[in-house]
């Protein structure tokens, strides 16, 4: 990728983020409800009219929603994603706290998935149409149609409740919290690799360059892991920039499960809350990741595959 396609990357970047910004400002303006009056219920304040009033005011919720976007949109640009109704605290500081738990347990759960995944999938495609492989083709069909939270629950009731080896509530700050949410998230995910692992391979061993290393004697384990697993890599590496950006965005159900303290679960408050200014910021963090992450595996297809430079541009 050159320069100016780099360029034109971030640009593009720049106009879809403008365009969350409004939609996201947008969307919770119009949400049914009072976010004033939802605040003061939390605290358990039953205000007069004069106070509700005043507080609305004083949050700047009285004024023209035009006006309210660009004066919200000027202190992103500065970074200051204005203070929580719920927390009072700044929304980028409560973010940023609950980024590293977040991306912890993403990274976790894409580690688990590649290592049942890929083997899985190198297995099935090396033993097409085998016992084997209708096996575990039947295990990964079951584990696709399982949502997170049903697996989640199964697996709380089993090592929580049954066995007691796991705790219910994951702080995240521990190994032990980690490991349930992080099973849960690479259940499915697994299934869906090996599946889609079994087919870049078995594509791979039909080409020419694979019957051509047999026909002059090339071992099988290194036409597999030379050749094709390497040429396999292209279509993996775009379904693990598209995860992760899911998987920081949309693990929510299953922090919530845990209770995990991690970017879903305060999304899911926020919401709850009518929390304005958290859910904005949420929203605009959360599409600017997704799209630097993306930007990233295109970056990493062009280094993988020098063919996919000119076509990505």
């Known amino acids: 990728m050159t320069i100016k396609q780099l360029g034109e990357r971030l640009l593009q970047i720049a106009v879809v983020a403008l365009g969350v910004t409004f939609l996201t400002f947008l969307i919770t303006y119009l949400a049914p409800g009072d976010p004033v009056r939802t605040m003061y219920a939390a605290a358990g304040i039953m205000p007069s009219e004069e106070i509700i009033q005043g507080t609305r005011e004083a949050l700047g919720l009285n004024r023209p929603v035009l006006v309210q976007y660009f004066d919200w949109l000027l202190g992103c640009l500065r970074g200051d994603f204005g203070v929580s109704y719920t927390y009072n605290k700044p929304v980028a500081e409560l973010l940023l706290a609950r980024l590293w738990p977040t991306l912890k347990l993403s990274l976790s759960a894409m580690a688990l998935m590649l290592l049942v995944a890929v083997p899985v999938g190198v297995v099935q495609a090396t033993h ?92 099988e384990w290194k036409i597999l892991w030379l050749n094709v697993f390497p040429n396999s890599l292209l279509p993996l590496l ?25 970017l879903g679960n ?48």
């Open 128 to 219: 097409k149409n085998t016992v084997l492989d209708y096996a575990l083709r039947g295990v990964t069909f079951f584990g696709v149609s399982m949502p997170n939270f049903w697996v989640g629950l199964l697996l709380m009731l089993f090592f929580c409740v049954r066995l007691g080896l796991l705790p219910v509530v994951c702080s995240g700050g521990d190994l032990k919290s980690l490991i349930l949410p992080a099973v849960t998230l690479a259940f499915t995910m697994s299934a869906k690799y090996a599946r889609q692992v079994r087919t870049a391979i078995l594509e791979e061993l039909n080409q020419d360059y694979v019957i051509g290393a047999r026909a002059r004697g090339v071992q």
């Open 266 to 313: 305060l999304a899911v408050s926020a919401i709850t809350a009518y929390d304005y200014p958290l859910i904005q910021g949420y929203v605009l963090w959360i599409s600017m990741i997704y799209m630097v992450v993306n930007l990233a595996v295109d970056l990493a297809c062009g280094l993988v595959d020098p063919r996919t430079r000119e076509v990505r541009a």
């Open 238 to 262: 775009t379904m693990l920039g598209l995860s992760l950006g899911s998987l920081l965005g949309g693990a929510a159900v299953v922090e919530v499960i845990f209770t995990y303290p991690g």
